[in-house]
């Protein structure tokens, strides 16, 4: 069965960082493009970086470039989000899972992430 767990969330001060950690199992790890997703209160869940299969190549929302960056360990199963210059906005739970989910994908429990002075 298909699972993550995410991890390493917490309430930071703008300007400050994280970095979330993800474990994956149930599948091949390495044959699949992975991203993070986060959902704020009353929004979408939206995708906010992705990263290739071998992790060469990468991609970001546009309202983080610059200041997250992912990662993976294939031989770990594991992914990483590293976030700089934390904003209030970035407030949401976060989600690791493949870039476009079907409706059947399970998901993880999130990690919720709070930027606040």
């Known amino acids: 069965q298909v699972q993550f767990v995410e991890s390493g969330g917490g309430l930071v001060q703008p300007g400050g960082s994280l970095t979330l950690s993800c474990a994956a199992s149930g599948f091949t790890f390495s044959m699949y493009a992975m991203g993070w997703h986060r959902q704020a209160p009353g929004k979408e869940r939206e995708l906010v970086a992705m990263?290739?299969?071998?992790?060469?190549?990468?991609e970001f929302r546009d309202s983080v470039k610059g200041r997250f960056t992912i990662s993976r360990d294939n031989d770990k199963n594991r992914l990483l989000l590293q976030m700089n210059s934390l904003k209030p906005e970035d407030t949401a739970v976060y989600y690791c899972?493949?870039?476009?989910?079907?409706?059947?994908?399970?998901w993880g429990q999130g990690t919720q992430v709070t930027v606040s002075s």
């Open positions: 990263i290739s299969r071998d992790g060469t190549n990468t």
């Open positions: 899972n493949v870039p476009v989910p079907s409706p059947s994908t399970n």
